[in-house]
């Protein structure tokens, strides 16, 4: 048994709270996501692409938290229920981008309201917390820091 008094790593540690507020927080969404019918990786398909003119598999791959075969096998579903349309690239044919259909923008009209209003009732929980400066923080911490050369460690 563990003494009484003592922190485990993890209450403090920040990856630790990141991911569980994350997770917390999203599994509300995803509640919504599931009376509409509408998987997650399918909502985070569709969300990405709002207001996008077409993303490449791996750029939606990478914004969706998924791999990139299984992006594939996502993209395969949803270009069949007319969701979603493969099309070339126009500066590089070897690179294929996804567009949203009708469909997908008419399922994705209504869930995008949803998700700004949970993010409003979420931050609303918080009102000491400035929206924009969080989302800087978050944005800042999604960019990979520069690779440091052994020889600059050393000076």
């Not at 869930?111 to 609303?124: D, G, I």
Request: glycine share 6%.
């Amino acid at each position: 048994m563990e003494p009484v008094g003592t922190d485990r790593f993890v209450d403090d540690y920040l990856l630790y709270l990141l991911a569980r507020g994350s997770h917390a927080i999203s599994s509300e969404f995803h509640a919504k996501l599931r009376k509409e019918g509408v998987s997650v990786p399918v909502w985070r398909v569709l969300a990405t692409l709002s207001g996008s003119p077409g993303e490449t598999v791996t750029g939606l791959a990478e914004a969706c938290l998924l791999q990139q075969p299984t992006m594939t096998k996502l993209l395969d579903r949803m270009v069949r229920d007319g969701i979603v349309k493969r099309m070339p690239d126009a500066r590089d044919r070897r690179v294929v981008r996804i567009q949203m259909l009708p469909r997908g923008e008419q399922m994705v009209k209504s869930l995008l309201v949803a998700a700004k209003a949970h993010e409003a009732e979420v931050m609303a929980r918080f009102p000491m917390i400035d929206r924009l400066q969080l989302k800087q923080l978050l944005r800042a911490m999604m960019v990979k820091p520069p690779k440091v050369r052994r020889s600059a460690m050393a000076a």
